[in-house]
Structures are given as C-alpha cells and as structure tokens.
C-alpha cells in the first residue's frame, strides 16, 4: 500500500509526532512490508543474516498484511520505510548523495582499502534513479551481470571480485524488524548503532528519512546524536537497538543491557540528560533473549508481559549521572536493586500494584517467550496484539485475557517468526500519546 507525501503531510498534521510512552493510544507506526530481501536468504546463510529459519515469502506477506490491517482497522495509520525513503530521495539531491556515501563507507571495499573498486561503485551508483536505489538499498545487489548491467564500471566491479563477496550492497532482510533501528522519545529520533555487521546499512536509511524527508524532517523532531558522548577512554563501540529501548513516559527509560545494547551504548544515552531515570536490565546474553522486549513489553499503565523463568536472576540497576566540581559529566554511576524484577519494578516507578503476566507454569513460558507471545505490542492501554497459536489452557494469552482483563488481538506468525521476533519488534510508533 504505497502511501502519498500528501497523505502523510495530512496525517501528521491531524496527530502530531512524538511518542511520550509504551502504552498510550498509537496514532502512527512505521513498518516495513517485506520483499525481494527475503528471497536472498538461503539455507547455506540464513543464520549470517540473523534467522533462525527460511520464511515463506508468500506466507510472510499474509501475515504481515493481516497485521497491518488490524492496526488500521483501530485508527493506527501505518507508514511504510520503502514509500518513506523513495519519497525522500526524490524531493532531495542530499539525501541521494549521504545514501550513496553511506553505502561506500560501509563497503567492504572500504574496509579493505580497495579504492579502485570504491569509484567504480561510487559512479554506478550515481547512475541510479532514486526508485533504483531505495530497491538496491533494501534488496541488495549481486555480483552478476543481470543485476549490474553492462556500462564499463560493471566490468571493473565483476573483475575484481573474489568468490568471498556474494553481494556488492548486501540485502536488509532484518528491516521487517522496524523497532530497533531508531526510536522516538518525546519529540526526540535517537537512530541507533547496530550490533550485528549484517544490519549496518539499516541506521542509515533512517538518519537519511528523518533528515531529508519532505515531512518528517521538518515536523518538530530533533535527531540526538546520542553516541557523540561516548567516554574517550572507552574502549568498547557503544551499540544500542530499539527492541532493548522501553520509554515508559516522564523521562522514565526503561533498557535492556543485552547480547544488543551494551554498557557504553547505555552510558552515552544516559550522558545526553534527557532522561530523570534510566533502569537497565541486565539480560543474558543469548540469542533467545536478544532484546529486552522478548523477554518484557508494556501491556498497560499498570501491567507489563514477563517471562518467569528470568524473573528473579536479572540484575536490575539504575543509572545516574555524576559531575565534577567543573560540572564535567563524569562516568555515570551503576546502582544495583538485586534481581527481583517484579519487586524492583513496583518500587521504582511507585507503583506497588503492578501486573506481570506470565504463562501459567515454567515450561509453557518458555514455549511461549521462544514463540515471541511475551513480545506483545499496545494498540492502547490494555489491548495489545501478539502472534496467534498461544496455548488455550496454560499460555500467556489466556492469562492477559482472563476476566477481560485485557483485549488481545492475534496474527498469524507463519513467515514472521523465523526472523526471531514478534510484533513489537515490527512496528515503531511515530506517535503514541502519554499513558
């Protein structure tokens, strides 16, 4: 469903931008409907390029246009990144050229300082159309004459490659996952650094949005450059993604320190002094657990999911900013709460009736959390949508639900979850109100 720059000038300007919490009304979300980026996965590299399995693609779009509907079908406009990057790199010459200096930075001729095999690049790629290269951006391009062409860069690009190379821009099949490249905090876009080498080409396809889009660069966002207060003696690239990044309203940031986002990437967010608490979680660093929100999400104002088996073994902190007598930001400071999450939780944010749900015994919330049911996304406060297929009698959904505590809406998850997340991990509000 391609969407008009007049139409998303009408919406925004009918709701606003900003996003002041996990659980108030959705008025807006960004996604991505996956395409020819799925069909690059094979069963020799699926596992480089993060899935756990190879999608159906034809399944992939049922589900996720079932999902899309639904959002719709409750008063949530969805927003696409392809019609949003398209439309940018039309109305701008800029936004052409960062994309294009973003993807050579990124090369692995770069990397590997072949400079000859860089300006080959460099000029094919400034023969693309804007539409050409928002399909190259997303789809990636292989070494093959098909793909390539035939003008003489083609020739020195083919020439120099080496069987190591499958791919001359490499595709973005993790975009369906629209959480964790950026997030918005209030009037705030933080465009995160991501940790897996295979998704580095998807912070820049944001940064170019927000900075060049006919309407959301100008519609009252401002961009933090959050990494910019890195501590120098640090050794560590700060990394943080979005699925770690919980913002619960009134400069309350809950995070997940993960396999993901680490301590520096904490500490350079916490630096920026926009938020008057910070609470990490420290989650183990595995794959079932990458994010934060797979293992926790907002269900409510008083109610988060929570995936027992963790529940008592994660240390939780805060985080807080110390500043010498010259009012030189210092390293923030780590206070620890023990690893009662549940506990924790109530007394942090002052709220001693706080609901987690759970499924009703240890082996089905592990069933349940490896499905991504605990990965759950709020259409508004107590009516979230999750993946169909929760068991009836013992799982997660029967429990939000019971006594009509909370409205669930289910979608299917064939061709979603092979890519390791859930809902929550598809969707990125543009706007959502307070709680």
Known sequence: MNISTSKIKDILDEFGVGVYSECGKLDIVLMHRPGKELLRLTKENYHHFLFNALPNIVQTHQSHDIFS????????????????????????DQARS????GILTNSHFNHNNQQQSLLALQQWLLHRTPEQLTEDIIVGVAYSQDELGTSDYTQILLTINNSTNEYLIPPLPNLLFMRDEFSIIDNHVFIWQMNKPTRINEPLLLHIIFQYHPHLSNCGLEIIEWQKNIDENDKEIPTIEGGDVAYLGDGILLIGCSERTNRTGIEALTRTGLFHQVIVIMIPPERCYMHLDTILSSVGKHAFTLHGLLAETMQIYTVENQYSHQNTCLKPKWISHGCNVRQTLRKL??????IFYDAKDEQTSIDEQRQCRHNVVVIDDCHVVTYAGSDADKGIVTCMSHNNMCRVGLIPFEG????????????????????
């Not at 960062?98 to 200096?101: E, F, R, T, W, Y």
Request: charged share 20%; glycine share 10%.
């Open 98 to 101: 960062q994309l294009i200096h």
């Open 69 to 92: 509907q639904y959002l719709r079908d409750h008063g949530i406009h969805v927003l696409y990144l392809a019609d949003l990057l398209r439309q940018t790199l039309i109305s701008s």
């Open 349 to 354: 944010l002052n709220n001693p009736d706080l």
């Open 416 to 435: 979603l979850l092979e890519g390791g997340g859930g809902v929550h991990c598809m969707t990125n509000a543009v706007r959502r109100r307070p709680k």
